[in-house]
Nanobody, 123 residues
Framework: VQLQASGGGLVQAGGSLRLSCTAS????????MGWFRQAPGKEREFVGV????????YLADSVKGRFTISADNAKIRVYLQMNSLKPNDTAVYYC?????????????????WGQGTQVTVSS
C-alpha cells in the first residue's frame, strides 16, 4: 500500500503548481483522499479532501478559491491544483487516505500517508 505525492517545486508568488498523488498496492476507490501540508516548525494542517465515492470535495478556508482537488476516472490519482500561490503556502505537502471516508480535517483519521513533496513559493 503506497501513496506517492509528486509535482512540488519552486514557484513565484502568484504562480501555479499541480500536485499529484498516485495510489498503488490496493484500490482506494471507496476512500476519501486528503491533502495536508506542514511548514517548518508548524503542525501538519488540513488543505482539502475528496471523496471518491460521489466526488464531493472540501477545502480549508485558507485555500478556498485558489486550490481545487480532483481525481482521475480510474481512481488512481488525485490532484491538487494550486493557483495564486502565496509565500505562506510554502510547506511539504502530503496526501493521505481515509478508508472510513469521514472527509475529516484531522490527521488521526487517515490510515495511509505519502512521503510528501516540497512546495516553495518565493515572494
Amino acid at each position: 500500500v503506497q501513496l506517492q505525492a509528486s509535482g512540488g517545486g519552486l514557484v513565484q508568488a502568484g504562480g501555479s503548481l499541480r500536485l499529484s498523488c498516485t495510489a498503488s498496492g490496493r484500490t482506494f476507490s471507496t476512500y476519501a483522499m486528503g491533502w495536508f501540508r506542514q511548514a517548518p516548525g508548524k503542525e501538519r494542517e488540513f488543505v482539502g479532501v475528496i471523496n471518491w465515492s460521489g466526488g464531493s470535495t472540501y477545502l480549508a478556508d485558507s485555500v478556498k478559491g485558489r486550490f481545487t482537488i480532483s481525481a482521475d476516472n480510474a481512481k488512481i490519482r488525485v490532484y491538487l491544483q494550486m493557483n495564486s500561490l502565496k509565500p505562506n503556502d510554502t510547506a511539504v505537502y502530503y496526501c493521505a487516505a481515509d478508508r472510513l471516508r469521514k472527509s475529516s480535517p484531522y490527521t488521526s483519521d487517515y490510515d495511509y500517508w505519502g512521503q510528501g513533496t516540497q512546495v516553495t513559493v518565493s515572494s
